[in-house]
């Protein structure tokens, strides 16, 4: 077993019907550009219903029809959101819990202190999360994951991995293992994949490979190290 191996995403993803959301952190291979990548998959008519929406430099889960809402607490959150030294990225609004947190003098593992894996019997979704530190014309970045510590979800767990950034290296975090009844939550380490210095290839990698039936939306970001020119994808299933 090669525990350094770089995976290459479109395999960890393809014939997989259902990773959940997935956050993935790195850098290009060529290093001069961070790279984050974040993804929703959804098996219900309510979480089908959404789409991502870009505010400036943040982005935001929303539905697609507002009138089949049929319960917004878990699905529509600020998944994005840029912060003085960096950029959160979530799968839920613990968003908002890590932006205040730092704002407040907490670090990035701290701020999720407060927070637990979705209360959504019998699944327990996990909340994932990761944090993007600027530091001159680089970066480190954490990734964290909170889940439930046994199935009937009286205690939770709390994992934060920390990274330097790595030409051509990223992570991959997702909520579940596969489908099932109840869904498998996420094992493990985050996953190690290829960040290529081409966005395009790295957006139609993670899209094309993500299950047909399943996949809602996906947001794609590149951020210049040197000069913080931000180029980004996204796509929207329901458009």
């Known amino acids: 077993m090669n525990i350094y191996k770089i995976n290459n995403i479109g395999e960890l993803i393809r014939d997989n019907p259902y990773v959940g959301r997935g956050i993935v952190i790195g ?3 060529s290093g001069e550009y961070a790279v ?3 993804f929703i998959m959804g098996r219900s008519a309510n979480s089908r219903n959404r789409v991502f929406t870009k505010r400036d430099l943040d982005l935001y889960t929303e539905p697609y029809d ?4 049929e319960d917004p607490s878990l699905i529509i959150y600020a998944a994005i959101r840029k912060t003085e030294r960096g950029l959160i990225v979530t799968n ?3 968003t ?3 932006f205040d947190g730092l704002k407040n003098g907490l670090s990035f593992s701290d701020s ?5 894996f979705e209360p959504d019997a019998p699944n327990l979704t996990p909340r994932i999360s990761g944090y993007l530190t600027f530091m001159g014309d680089g970066f480190s970045y954490e990734m964290s994951i909170l889940k439930s510590a046994d199935p009937l979800g ?4 709390r994992y934060t991995f920390s990274y330097p950034s790595l030409p051509g290296l990223g992570h991959f975090i997702h909520t579940y293992v596969t489908d099932g009844n109840p869904i498998p939550t996420f094992q493990g380490e985050p996953e190690r994949v290829a960040i290529p210095d081409d966005i395009d290839s790295f957006t139609n990698e993670l ?3 993500l299950n047909e039936d399943n996949k809602i939306s996906l947001y794609v970001r590149y951020e210049s190290l040197k000069s913080g020119e931000v180029t980004d994808r996204l796509i929207n299933k329901n458009s």
């Open 92 to 94: 839920g609004d613990q």
């Open 154 to 157: 009286t205690a939770c767990n």
């Open 207 to 209: 899209w094309d490979n």
């Open 36 to 38: 984050s990548a974040y």
């Open 66 to 69: 507002a009138s089949k809402v």
């Open 112 to 116: 999720l202190k407060s927070r637990e």
């Open 96 to 98: 908002d819990t890590i």
């Open 27 to 29: 850098k290009s291979e």
